[in-house]
Nanobody
Framework: QPQLVESGGGLVQPGGSLRLSCAAS????????MGWYRQAPGRQRESVAT???????TYAGSVKGRFTISRDNVKNTVYLQMNSLKPEDTAVYYC??????????WGQGTQVTVSS
């Protein structure tokens, strides 16, 4: 069974930075569209950023210019660099892997809290 394991979450002050990691096993991430999603309490899960096999990236408008998604195909890991964090970025962040004709995979999530 493919597995995605997120890490790097925590408590950070407004304006601070965090880097999330998503280590994949039993899938090859270069064959998948990889993404980061987040879910805040009482809200629906939303897409934050995605990276396609051709290294094309997309970002939610609320994070564009502050967050950067990247992938290391050698380490089979996807990253989300988050800068200039705001309290409204507080959420559980999930890693996602999807490709045509196959079920999608999710990690267990990592909590990010932005607070002074």
């Amino acid at each position: 069974q493919p597995q995605l394991v997120e890490s790097g979450g925590g408590l950070v002050q407004p304006g601070g930075s965090l880097r999330l990691s998503c280590a994949a096993s039993r899938i090859i991430i270069r064959d998948y569209v990889m993404g980061w999603y987040r879910q805040a309490p009482g809200r629906q899960r939303e897409s934050v950023a995605t990276t396609r096999t051709t290294d094309f990236t997309t970002y939610a408008g609320s994070v564009k210019g502050r967050f950067t998604i990247s992938r290391d195909n050698v380490k089979n890991t996807v990253y989300l660099q988050m800068n200039s964090l705001k309290p409204e970025d507080t959420a559980v962040y999930y890693c996602n892997a999807v490709r045509l004709g196959e079920r999608e995979y999710w990690g267990q999530g990592t909590q990010v809290t932005v607070s002074s």
